[in-house]
């Protein structure tokens, strides 16, 4: 499938998706073509999986034992237990995980599925 259609299926920009291609972010495989073209490698509807956006706030009445240090994330979790969710996407890295992201990207690695973080390029160290 080409790049455009693929972005267009999964509700991202074209533009978007060619920028994830260039830097390595694709959640799921893609080649140039000798023409050109970028090509993604869709096994079928049914194993492409999800992908999915991670978004948490903080509050001004946050408790101080707030969540991203103590582990009570539960929908965060659900979705690292979900084999259906095949990209987590997240704008910010330290809005997903404050430690640690490194050992969850190997994880998530291991399993086929990515972490994708699409922040400003200085959000990324």
Same mark, same amino acid.
């Given at each position: 499938m080409k790049l455009a259609g693929w972005a267009r299926r999964n509700g991202a920009q074209s533009q978007t998706a060619y920028r994830w291609?260039?830097?390595?972010?694709?959640? &799921?495989?893609?080649r140039r073509l000798p023409f050109g073209t #970028?090509? &993604?490698d869709v096994a079928g509807d049914d194993n492409?999986?999800? #992908?999915? #956006?991670?978004a948490r706030v903080s509050s001004a009445d946050q408790? !101080? $034992? +707030?969540?991203?240090?103590?582990?009570?994330?539960?929908? /965060?979790?659900g979705l690292l237990r979900d084999p259906n969710v095949s990209a987590i996407v997240v704008e910010h890295r330290d809005r997903f995980a404050r430690f640690g992201v490194?050992? &969850?990207? !190997?994880?998530?690695?291991?399993?086929?599925?990515? /972490?994708? #973080? &699409? +922040?400003?390029?200085? $959000? /990324? !160290?």
């Open positions: 291609f260039r830097e390595g972010m694709m959640p &799921v495989p893609a #970028v090509r &993604v492409q999986g999800q #992908v999915i #956006v991670y408790r !101080a $034992d +707030g969540c991203a240090l103590n582990g009570r994330r539960e929908r /965060l979790f490194e050992y &969850v990207e !190997a994880a998530l690695t291991a399993q086929r599925r990515r /972490l994708l #973080v &699409v +922040g400003p390029a200085g $959000d /990324l !160290a």
